[in-house]
């Protein structure tokens, strides 16, 4: 693995919702009257809405935008009640005030937010959703080489240099094995499955 970046729960500043408790009360009193904004069908924008209401066991409306700006932007402005923007995107404006952040959907909290609390924190017990990156080879190939590219990566990951610039763009390195990773991957792909099955998810 390379790097993981949380997304962040947000909401407009007009909507009376200052927790996620909050939010989902209200979600619940008005099935399908809320909206959520989306980078599309199928990002992991998308994919982290869909897991919070199956969590919440809530009926939100998606909004989906050709990419996370104007997904964002709309948030911004009020013409949706709610997204799920990367850390990175919304931590700007959530600094300057002019979006609420409720909650991060790392399973720990952020250091560039620390008084945001998790959403497992919220109350959506073992709720986990984080952007990640890894180094993929062929299959087939060398282990001996596998190796070599992990130990390499595993020293770049490792350096200041690295961690600062990973920081500038609100991620962390993600040191793994090659064993992990795939493991990993796995894991992720398994349960990604599931939620896009049971949620009914299909590309447009």
């Given at each position: 693995m390379v790097a993981t970046s949380s997304h962040v729960l947000v909401v407009p500043n007009r909507l009376k919702a200052t927790k996620v408790a909050d939010?989902?009360?209200?979600?619940?009193?008005?099935?399908?009257?809320?909206?959520?904004?989306?980078?599309?069908?199928?990002t992991?924008?998308?994919l982290c809405a869909e897991m919070f209401k199956d969590a919440t066991n809530?009926?939100?409306?998606?909004?989906?935008?050709?990419?996370?700006?104007?997904?964002?932007?709309?948030?911004l402005g009020g013409q949706v009640d709610m997204s799920f923007p990367t850390l990175a995107a919304a931590l700007p404006h959530v600094k300057a005030g002019t979006v609420r952040a409720l909650a991060v959907t790392?399973?720990?909290?952020?250091?560039?937010?620390?008084?945001?609390?998790?959403?497992?924190?919220?109350?959506?017990?073992?709720?986990q959703f984080t952007q990640w990156l890894a180094l993929l080879a062929p299959a087939g190939t060398q282990p001996a080489i596998v190796n070599r590219l992990n130990g390499a990566l595993k020293g770049a990951l490792n350096s200041s240099e690295v961690r600062e610039?990973?920081?500038?763009?609100?991620?962390?390195?993600?040191?793994?094995?090659?064993?992990?990773?795939g493991k990993f991957i796995a894991a992720e792909?398994?349960?990604?499955?599931?939620?896009?099955?049971?949620?009914?998810i299909t590309a447009n």
């Open positions: 939010l989902v009360q209200l979600a619940r009193a008005n099935p399908g009257r809320l909206s959520y904004a989306s980078a599309g069908v199928g992991t924008f998308h809530t009926f939100i409306l998606h909004v989906p935008y050709r990419g996370g700006g104007p997904a964002l932007t709309d948030t790392s399973i720990e909290r952020s250091t560039l937010l620390p008084d945001v609390p998790t959403l497992n924190e919220a109350g959506l017990k073992d709720f610039k990973f920081q500038a763009q609100a991620m962390e390195a993600f040191i793994t094995t090659p064993e992990e990773a792909a398994a349960r990604l499955s599931r939620l896009i099955k049971a949620r009914g």
